[in-house]
């Protein structure tokens, strides 16, 4: 008997066969667009080892069997994998972006009033949707002048509780300005602050996977969309099937923000590349 790390005695672990473990990551893979192998056996069987028993599964062939025949289980696979490091202010030169040239450009074709839809894929525990709604308030002096939507969307449903949540802690926190922690936060308590309610009502949680269109169509088309250091985990096949839900997400001359390593003109020939003097970003020009 091999106890896992992490796991306590009376807990076993589950050694994953070679079929097995391409069945387990081809699950993950249709869900998700994650790609998983053979490199990452370690971290797969931990958390495998960890479902198994928490769902006090006999075998991993029955804990398979579950996944193929309930959408909850396997929700709870794909909520154990994903990543969700982030922090307030992340990347903040693509915010400076967003009021310094993108929002200029595209109220060109909006009135006063008007409804801006921004959209955060993935939205982790809220730090960027949230990081999105206080720079604006901060920074771009035409904020109450439009109707600014929010949305926040993640595979991980557990992860977007915490986001409605609204607690914080510091390592989230670090980034922001002392002043800008006092102004939008409560106090601090055990370690933790919360995010006034006027900022957490701003924004609106959903769930939905950028690899399936049918998770997505209640959410509307949008202005700009923020999805950055995702693609990075998915092959060429999922790339290209989240550019075009992207496309379909956008309104026409919409905007795209992606990760610093990441690169739409890879990917897809919807979208060109825009130099702004804040960031270099995307945007939708239609197919071609």
């Given at each position: 008997?091999?106890?896992a790390?992490?796991?306590s005695a009376g807990f076993?672990?589950?050694p994953?066969?070679?079929?097995?473990?391409?069945?387990?990551?081809?699950?993950?893979?249709?869900?998700?667009?994650m790609?998983?192998?053979?490199t990452?056996r370690?971290?797969?069987?931990?958390?495998?080892?960890?479902l198994i028993?928490?769902?006090r599964?006999?075998?991993?062939r029955?804990?398979?069997?579950?996944?193929?025949g309930?959408?909850?289980?396997?929700?709870?696979?794909?909520?154990s994998f994903?990543?969700?490091?982030?922090?307030?202010y992340?990347?903040?030169?693509?915010l400076a972006?967003?009021s310094?040239?993108?929002?200029p450009?595209?109220?060109?074709?909006?009135g006063?009033?008007?409804?801006?839809?921004?959209?955060?894929?993935?939205?982790?525990?809220g730090?960027?949707?949230?990081?999105?709604?206080?720079?604006?308030?901060e920074?771009?002096?035409l904020?109450?002048?439009?109707?600014?939507?929010?949305?926040?969307?993640?595979?991980?449903?557990?992860?977007l509780?915490?986001?409605?949540?609204?607690?914080?802690g510091?390592?989230?926190?670090?980034?922001?300005p002392e002043?800008?922690?006092?102004r939008y936060?409560?106090?601090?308590?055990?370690?933790?602050?919360?995010?006034?309610?006027?900022?957490r009502e701003?924004?609106?949680?959903a769930?939905?996977?950028?690899?399936?269109?049918e998770?997505?169509?209640?959410?509307?088309?949008?202005?700009?969309?923020f999805?950055r250091n995702?693609?990075?985990?998915f092959?060429?096949?999922?790339?290209?099937?989240?550019?075009r839900?992207?496309?379909?997400?956008?309104?026409?001359?919409?905007?795209?923000?992606l990760?610093?390593?990441?690169?739409?003109?890879?990917i897809?020939e919807?979208?060109?590349?825009v130099?702004?003097?804040?960031?270099?970003?995307?945007?939708?020009?239609?197919?071609?």
């Amino acid at each position: 008997m091999v106890i896992a790390p992490g796991i306590s005695a009376g807990f076993i672990s589950a050694p994953l066969s070679q079929a097995d473990l391409e069945e387990i990551c081809a699950i993950i893979y249709e869900r998700s667009g994650m790609v998983f192998g053979e490199t990452k056996r370690y971290y797969i069987e931990r958390r495998v080892t960890d479902l198994i028993n928490q769902r006090r599964a006999q075998s991993v062939r029955n804990y398979i069997s579950m996944l193929r025949g309930d959408q909850r289980e396997t929700e709870l696979l794909i909520n154990s994998f994903t990543v969700n490091e982030t922090y307030f202010y992340r990347e903040q030169h693509q915010l400076a972006c967003l009021s310094g040239s993108i929002l200029p450009d595209i109220i060109r074709s909006k009135g006063p009033g008007d409804r801006i839809r921004i959209w955060s894929m993935p939205c982790s525990s809220g730090e960027e949707p949230y990081s999105i709604a206080i720079w604006l308030l901060e920074n771009w002096p035409l904020v109450d002048a439009y109707n600014i939507d929010i949305t926040g969307s993640d595979i991980d449903t557990d992860i977007l509780k915490q986001a409605v949540e609204g607690l914080f802690g510091q390592r989230s926190l670090s980034k922001l300005p002392e002043d800008v922690r006092e102004r939008y936060f409560e106090p601090e308590k055990d370690q933790q602050r919360r995010l006034i309610s006027d900022l957490r009502e701003s924004v609106t949680f959903a769930s939905g996977n950028i690899v399936e269109r049918e998770s997505l169509t209640a959410l509307g088309r949008f202005d700009v969309i923020f999805c950055r250091n995702l693609l990075i985990y998915f092959d060429q096949a999922a790339r290209e099937a989240a550019a075009r839900h992207i496309h379909d997400l956008l309104h026409p001359g919409g905007y795209i923000c992606l990760g610093h390593t990441e690169s739409m003109s890879r990917i897809s020939e919807t979208f060109e590349p825009v130099r702004f003097p804040e960031a270099i970003v995307y945007r939708d020009v239609g197919r071609k």
